[in-house]
T-cell receptor
Framework: DAKTTQPPSMDCAEGRAANLPCNHSTISGNEYVYWYRQIHSQGPQYIIHGLKNNETNEMASLIITEDRKSSTLILPHATLRDTAVYYCIVRVAGAGNMLTFGGGTRLMVKP | SQTIHQWPATLVQPVGSPLSLECTVEGTSNPNLYWYRQAAGRGLQLLFYSVGIGQISSEVPQNLSASRPQDRQFILSSKKLLLSDSGFYLC???????????FGSGTQLSVL
């Protein structure tokens, strides 16, 4: 699996967009980018994933650069409940049976 | 719809005592099942995964074991707990080629 690099922490004002970056410069052509988040004392929650096109769902948008070496998760209007650790994972879909979570980015949404 | 049940939510055990944590999944068949552990303030560490009944793969050598006696049941065990076994234990499942993992609510284990 390609390694990912995320900032350890970020702050965001409530109501503003939160932009969480992830570098995955060694990503290969068949690897997807997945995002999960973990709110304190809960299990991680799937947010979104993509291969090369930008993706949007009810929770967030995923912007993947044209060279696919980095991506950004966007929470368009952050709320206090979005305070969590956000994990960026790169993986070939269906390859093996393991999903490894790194350190992630601790997002603090402030009023 | 699919649901995952994990219990108990919290557990306090003395060093040297046995452990049994249970996880069950409903609404799906032949899921891949996972046990993760998270130490305080740390990331998630994959402990075990299973692709079918009786099939267990271990990621790290440790004091724990896992079993899958039924298709949708995954059990984490220990014969003698160590202080270092304390942590937040999470069960998860997925199906097919989709890497979308669904997690249980977790068990906070404190070994004293």
């Amino acid at each position: 699996d390609a390694k990912t690099t995320q900032p350890p922490s970020m702050d965001c004002a409530e109501g503003r967009a939160a932009n969480l970056p992830c570098n995955h410069s060694t990503i290969s052509g068949n690897e997807y980018v997945y995002w999960y988040r973990q709110i304190h004392s809960q299990g991680p929650q799937y947010i979104i994933h993509g291969l090369k096109n930008n993706e949007t769902n009810e929770m967030a948008s995923l912007i993947i650069t044209e060279d696919r070496k980095s991506s950004t998760l966007i929470l368009p209007h952050a709320t206090l409940r979005d305070t969590a650790v956000y994990y960026c994972i790169v993986r070939v879909a269906g390859a093996g049976n393991m999903l490894t979570f790194g350190g992630g980015t601790r997002l603090m949404v402030k009023p | 719809s699919q649901t995952i049940h994990q219990w108990p939510a919290t557990l306090v055990q003395p060093v040297g005592s046995p452990l049994s944590l249970e996880c069950t999944v409903e609404g799906t068949s032949n899921p891949n099942l996972y046990w993760y552990r998270q130490a305080a303030g740390r990331g998630l560490q994959l402990l075990f995964y299973s692709v079918g009944i009786g099939q267990i793969s271990s990621e790290v050598p440790q004091n724990l074991s896992a079993s899958r006696p039924q298709d949708r049941q995954f059990i984490l065990s220990s014969k003698k707990l160590l202080l270092s076994d304390s942590g937040f234990y999470l069960c998860a499942w997925r199906t097919g080629v989709n890497e979308k993992l669904f997690f249980g609510s977790g068990t906070q284990l404190s070994v004293l």
